[in-house]
């Protein structure tokens, strides 16, 4: 009801704009809308019904139906609604309005869509190069169908680079990274800073791209996908995994065996279990703390061992295939899993006991990386650092899957919006995730693991998946194709949207608390990243002697 | 007269030879406690021994800056840190009271840390530079705190000879004193500052400054600075016992040098204990907590030289 | 007090104790699931093709020397350790072993070659009349893989209409 109720109010406002919606169940709506009055709709989304901005896509569909596609993904968290609004472009002129000036957080998805598909958000105010490298060709757009997957750029320049801002008055500027010993990924913040404050920073990323969503549409097929996606993160694996096999079998209308929702969903917590207790120690290591990190890394490792038993790997669990999982829970190791989470909670308890009431990791953590509520609706901030600030949201309650509208849990809500907030709510979600895995223990049901699918997926059906990611929400959308893969695969990782919101969060602070703050927000750059790589051997063959290399890390930059 | 001044010189090198033995030592005796305390192995007690012969084969790159300052930099901390040893009595007499006094040693504490600020001029970078402006303001902060100690001690016993101030002289008031107990606790609640451990080494926190000041540092001269940073803990912990912890050092050799090696070594325990279970401090929190304790030695000072 | 939850914390420290080993002198074992580098049975294996057709990393070619003799061989270069192979060999020939010390500076150590003899009919004396499923997708002009070259060549069945890939060898259908 509550799809057919929000097509309702779009169709009252817009009139014949709406050009055909697609309810394939209660809790996905996909509207499309003529290109004029996309940024209406939107706006009326965001602003007037109070929705959550997701994410943008851009899709050559040129081969299919003669037009490019831009989708917009909101999602109505009360009302367990993921709704997408998707518009035609023309193929000769691919230009579409942004919709940043009313939905700040579109920022970034905007300006990828410009540099891989080549659509022109008009009145963008910040339209420069966000995923590809700075020597890309202008012109050259990677997602593309007419762009071959292992097919090389001509005309790339090795020696462009990229435009920074101009500093404010009276800052000196201080990269950070892509090298510093904090960060385990490479990426760069230009920060500008005044004596010991940050005034501003510029961030130029995407240096971990690897052509994940081309080699999906054009190499690998819907089972070997999962295995690509699980590796598109470090840490949360598991959760792209099943994102992705769930955004499949929604578009194709599958339903897994309950079994395997069960296993799904035990998987998924055990992986929250060991990023959160990582991000506690992590935080710990930031701030010199190097106890504490040891501490919560050694009553972690039972989990990982537990994992590797289960599924044969203590991080790429490789679990899904499209109808199902691979691996089983045998009684023996459910005795054992529950071993381990009783000592992970005797364990635990002690440490975040003492931690709550230690000043010396307080005086470093509170008032430090604020984000308002203000800052999270309109950067769209999602995961402990929304609810850290406030703001109730989770997918497991708010757009279930697998498992979890059957199980009972607490949502853990903090207002400090600060550092010191999103370190309680992180650990208090442990006891949450050991809670769950308990009762999917005792409620398991037996049956099959997965589905045997004879017949090919059905072609052309959309699908979107959001799954509780420990950062957040992770949010994938499919459109199934033909040859046994999708046309196309968007994957949003959580840190997507959470790093647009460290500008905000860093500015007016020490710079001695930017590696805590940037550290809160728990970024996974790999997940961001996901996108384009090709590579890059220019056809300039340059062979740089070791004089020259030496020489070349020693000279100092301005 | 000759034959003092050879047997000054002498003592003065066996100083500076056993501080070079035994930091090494006792770094690696940090190291090792930590990690007991981290629930893992931990490196050798003489990993740091190794980890010096490490470093002086490798090759010596100069970058930076300004190459000549980056060599003067480092020679002249070690140099500084080995003259420190001549002048403190370790278990026995100071070998070379009749050359410098309370003074000198005050300058020379200085000089260490000007060092550190030279080693990141050396090297320009940003990020050296933003560790050299903490250490200045530490400095500023900090260095007043010891010379204190030291001026309480020659406030009470009249004279600034190191062998005088530098043997408990702090308590040697005629009534209880109020003036060495405050100096006590100013002194044990700053130690970790004066030997840049945690929660105080913000100069060089590796996970925010990528070491600062030493960032330019690689192969002999790295080895060369964290020599000196070694000798420094034992050096300032050679200091404290002295200063306020006189008690033992006074018995017969070779008991006395003994009790005055077991007291630093407990010294170094305890520093590793709050260096294993503290958070590092930001600059001005740091900042904040030194002009309180600097409040409190002034306070100290006064009642010195009201003979409390 | 922040000095009493110091000592509590260092007390949870001082009960665990030390629970790092001195890795590789004393090594933890692998549980029985775990999923180290595939080893290919050759007794077992019939040449079907499945586990080639199903890695997502593309580590496994085929390629058929002759008419009696096929060659299977497993790269190793980007292997995922993921099982696929495994789960879809039907003769399970392929076990995912314990090793995961495979650390080498010479690729043969990891690499697998399989030369597997196939028999020919007993009354015509030509490979069987029914195609396997490799010979079916080669009539459809996906796979011909390139041994010499490492290199698993994919071709789609545009490709296939623009130029023929298979050139010489008839295959009859009754």
């Known amino acids: 009801m509550v ?33 004029s009055a996309l940024k209406a709709v939107c706006q009326y989304l965001f602003r007037d019904l109070d929705a959550r901005y997701v994410i943008s896509i851009g899709m050559d569909d040129r081969p299919f139906s003669g037009h490019f596609l831009v989708a917009h993904d909101f999602a109505f968290d009360r009302e367990h609604l993921l709704c997408s609004v998707l518009t035609h472009v023309p193929a000769d002129n691919p230009k579409v309005d942004s919709i940043t000036d009313v939905v700040p ?64 008055e009276g800052c000196t500027v201080v990269p950070f990274g892509p090298f510093h010993p904090t960060l385990d990924e490479p990426t760069h913040f230009r920060l500008y800073i005044e004596g010991e404050m940050v005034r501003g920073c510029e961030y130029r990323g995407f240096m971990v791209h690897r052509g994940i969503e081309k080699l999906a549409e054009s ?19 598991c959760v792209h995994n099943v994102a992705y096999a769930q955004a499949v079998e929604s578009a194709a209308a599958i339903k897994p065996p309950p079994r395997a929702e069960y296993i799904r969903t035990i998987m998924l917590e055990i992986e929250r279990l060991h990023s959160h207790l990582l991000w506690v120690g992590l935080a710990c290591h930031i701030v010199g703390f190097d106890t504490m990190f040891m501490q919560s890394w050694r009553i972690r490792e039972p989990i990982m061992w537990i994992a590797e038993k289960i599924s044969g790997n203590r991080k790429t669990y490789a679990l899904c295939v499209i109808g199902g999982v691979r691996w089983d829970i045998t009684p023996e190791v459910k005795d054992e899993l529950r071993g381990v989470l009783d000592k992970l909670e005797a364990e635990w308890r002690p440490v975040v006991a003492a931690v709550s009431k230690d000043k010396n990791i307080q005086k470093r953590t509170r008032g430090v990386g604020v984000a308002d509520r203000n800052l999270v609706k309109n950067a769209g901030l999602v995961g402990p650092v929304a609810r850290a600030s406030g703001a109730d949201i989770d997918c497991r309650r708010d757009h279930p899957y697998a498992a979890y509208d059957r199980l009972d ?135 740089w002697t070791q004089e020259e290399l030496i020489k070349l890390t020693r000279a100092k930059k301005a | 007269m000759h034959r003092n001044i050879i047997w000054m010189i002498l003592i003065g090198l066996a100083n500076v030879v056993i501080v070079l033995l035994v930091a090494p030592f006792f770094q690696g005796v940090l190291r090792k406690i930590t990690a007991l305390i981290q629930s893992r192995q931990g490196p050798p007690v003489w990993q740091p021994y190794f980890d010096l012969l490490k470093l002086l084969g490798k090759e010596d790159i100069e970058s930076g800056e300004s190459p000549l300052m980056q060599r003067f930099a480092v020679y002249l901390s070690l140099a500084t840190v080995l003259t420190i040893a001549c002048l403190v009595p370790m278990g026995c007499a100071a070998p070379m009271n009749a050359v410098g006094d309370v003074i000198l040693l005050i300058y020379l504490l200085t000089l260490c840390g000007i060092c550190t600020l030279l080693a990141g001029l050396a090297a320009g970078s940003t990020y050296s530079l933003l560790g050299i402006s903490r250490e200045m303001m530490t400095m500023i902060a900090l260095e007043p705190l010891f010379a204190i100690a030291l001026v309480v001690g020659a406030v009470h016993t009249h ?56 960032m330019e540092y690689s192969g002999p001269k790295l080895a060369l600075f964290k020599y000196a940073q070694m000798a420094k803990l034992v050096i300032y912990s050679a200091l404290f016992v002295t200063l306020f912890v006189p008690w033992g050092s006074s018995l017969v050799f070779p008991l006395g040098w003994l009790v005055f090696w077991a007291k630093v070594t407990g010294l170094v325990l305890f520093v590793t204990l709050v260096a294993a279970t503290h958070a590092r ?9 030194f002009a309180g304790l600097l409040v409190l030695a002034l306070v100290a000072l006064v009642l010195a030289s009201y003979g409390y | 007090m922040s000095v009493l939850s110091k000592l509590k914390e260092t007390l949870v420290c001082l009960k665990a104790g030390r ?73 399970k020939a392929i076990t995912m072993s314990h090793e995961f010390e495979t650390g080498t500076n010479s690729i043969g150590d990891i690499q697998q070659r399989l030369e597997l003899f196939m028999s020919t009919c007993q009354r015509c004396g030509r490979c069987f009349k029914e195609p396997s499923a490799l010979e079916q997708l080669k009539l459809k002009g996906y796979r011909l893989d390139d041994v010499a070259h490492e290199r698993w060549v994919f071709r789609s069945k545009s490709y296939l209409d623009t130029e023929p890939v298979v050139d010489d060898i008839k295959i009859e259908m009754d």
């Open chain 2, 159 to 214: 004279s600034f000879r190191l062998d005088t101030v530098l043997n408990g002289s702090v308590y040697a008031s005629a009534a209880f004193p109020w003036s060495g107990v405050i100096m006590l606790a100013v002194m044990l609640l700053s130690f970790q500052a004066f030997v840049q451990r945690v929660p105080f080494d913000i100069s060089e926190a590796e996970t925010e400054l990528m070491e600062g000041p030493l």
């Open chain 1, 409 to 543: 849990f607490k949502v853990i809500v903090e207002s400090g919006c600060d550092v010191w907030s999103r370190v309680l709510v992180r650990a208090n979600e442990v006891f949450e995730s050991i809670k769950i895995i308990r009762q999917c223990l005792e409620k398991m049901e037996d049956g099959p693991l997965h589905l045997s699918l004879k017949d090919e997926l059905p072609v052309g059906r959309f699908g979107l998946s959001s799954v509780e990611a420990p950062r957040g929400e992770s949010h994938h959308f499919v459109i199934t194709g033909e040859n046994n893969r999708p046309r196309r695969w968007r994957v949003r990782a959580p840190t997507y949207q959470n790093l647009q919101g460290i500008p905000a969060m860093i500015k007016d602070q020490q710079f001695a608390d930017m590696t805590i703050s940037l550290g809160s927000i728990d970024p996974c750059f790999s997940c961001t990243d996901r996108l384009e790589t090709i590579d890059l051997r220019s056809g300039v063959a340059k062979v």
């Open chain 1, 219 to 237: 190499v690998l097929t819907y089972n070997e996908i999962p295995m690509m996606a699980e590796r598109i993160c470090g840490i949360c694996g």
């Open chain 2, 281 to 289: 401090y930001r600059i001005d929190q740091a900042i904040r907590y």
């Open chain 3, 19 to 91: 629970v790092t080993l001195p890795y590789p002198a004393q090594a933890r074992p692998v549980p029985e699931k775990f999923r180290g580098r595939p080893v290919f049975d050759v007794a077992k294996c019939t040449g079907c093709g499945g586990c080639a057709n199903n890695c997502p990393a593309r580590e496994i070619l085929l390629f058929d020397l002759c008419q009696e003799i096929r060659i299977l061989q497993y790269l190793g270069r980007r292997c995922t350790y993921c099982g696929r192979c495994a789960d879809v060999c039907p003769e």
């Open chain 1, 105 to 168: 957080a579109a920022n970034w998805a905007e300006r990828e869509i410009y540099d891989l598909i080549g659509i022109e958000p008009v009145g963008h105010r910040y339209l420069k190069r966000l995923v590809l490298p700075d020597g890309w060709p202008d012109g050259v757009h990677p997602l593309r169908k007419d762009f071959a997957w292992n097919q090389v750029p001509e005309g790339f320049d090795d020696t462009k680079e990229f435009k920074f801002d101009e500093p404010p």
């Open chain 1, 3 to 35: 799809a057919r109720e929000k097509l309702n109010l779009l169709k009252g406002k817009f009139g014949a704009a709406v050009q055909r919606a697609d309810m394939p169940c209660d809790e996905r709506l996909f509207v499309f809308v003529e290109a």
